[in-house]
């Protein structure tokens, strides 16, 4: 039987956020067996989500946990400061562990941040993983690419500029779990207090070693995930309008 991937995926309401999930679902439809697992940073699951999701076309699970204010990233604060997207990835990890069996489930876990850039070649790679997959990631850590390395087929350390000493020292995109691992591993989850560019390494190092890691993407030689940016959107037109005593834009029309 093919595994199925679980994608899940942190999002929260900001101008842009329609035209990334659209851009993301759109990527998911090329993917067979895939179960899209999306949770809104909200109190409550928005209108705008709930209709997206329902007319998508994908199989989906629609979750909501708002991040406490004090974890939040501020305008002001640079944007690697806070861990962003804990408690929405660990309510999908809870999900995922109410709603499948150790002896039964089949398929592996992805963590897909809804504005990053994704080659459908690499749901393929991660599909069959039997632990943790690794791999590359485009446009990650301020270099052209960030990756694990790779010597006789085993990851022995990582090309990163931040902190290449970390046990774990890839991005949420550049790696996948085998279900059934974070299924027999209930205390594997992601922590808002870790230091700043742990989160990953400090779940992997509760669920696996560095030996037993299986490097993917050609071993580790292909860029099948970027980590983009999206650009906020700038209305100061809006304002504009207004202060022109004009009505601005329409608020009735979704955007
Ligand atoms: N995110 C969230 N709440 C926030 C900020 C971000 O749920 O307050 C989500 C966001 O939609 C994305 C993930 O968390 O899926 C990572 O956020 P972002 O892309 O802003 O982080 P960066 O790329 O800067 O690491
Ligand atoms: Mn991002």
Not at 80 to 93: A, D, E, F, T, Y
Not at 96 to 107: F, K, Q, V, Y
Not at 200 to 206: K, Q, R, V
Not at 224 to 238: F, G, M, P, Q, S
Request: hydrophobic share 35%; with cysteine.
């Amino acid at each position: 039987h093919v595994p199925t991937i679980y994608v899940i995926t942190p999002t929260y309401a900001r101008t842009v956020q329609k035209a990334e999930l659209t851009r993301l679902s759109y990527t998911f439809l090329h993917v067979p067996k895939l179960h899209w697992i999306l949770v809104e940073d909200s109190p409550t699951k928005t209108a705008l989500v709930s209709q997206f999701l329902s007319r998508c076309g994908l199989t989906y699970t629609h979750l909501n946990v708002a991040t406490p204010p004090v974890f939040k990233t501020k305008s002001a604060d640079p944007h690697w400061l806070k861990p962003r997207g804990v408690l929405q990835r660990n309510l999908g990890l809870e999900w995922l562990r109410e709603h499948l069996h150790a002896d039964t489930a089949n398929g592996v876990v992805y963590f897909a941040d809804d504005d990053n850039t994704y080659d459908i070649q690499l749901f393929e790679e991660m599909r069959y993983t039997k632990r943790v997959s690794v791999w590359p990631v485009g446009l990650s850590g301020y270099l052209r690419y960030e990756s694990p390395v790779v010597t006789n087929g085993h990851v022995t350390s990582w090309f990163t500029y931040f902190r290449p000493d970390r046990a774990f020292a890839t991005d949420m995109a550049g790696f996948s779990i085998n279900v059934r691992l974070l299924l027999d591993r209930p205390e594997a989850v992601f922590k808002n207090t870790v230091r700043r560019g742990h989160l990953e390494t400090n779940l992997l190092s509760a669920i696996t070693t560095m030996g037993e890691l299986e490097p993917k993407a050609h071993n580790c030689t292909k860029v099948l995930v970027w980590h983009t940016r999206t650009e906020k959107a700038d209305l100061r037109n809006e304002d504009k309008f207004k202060k022109r005593g004009f009505p601005g834009s329409n608020p009735d029309i979704e955007v």
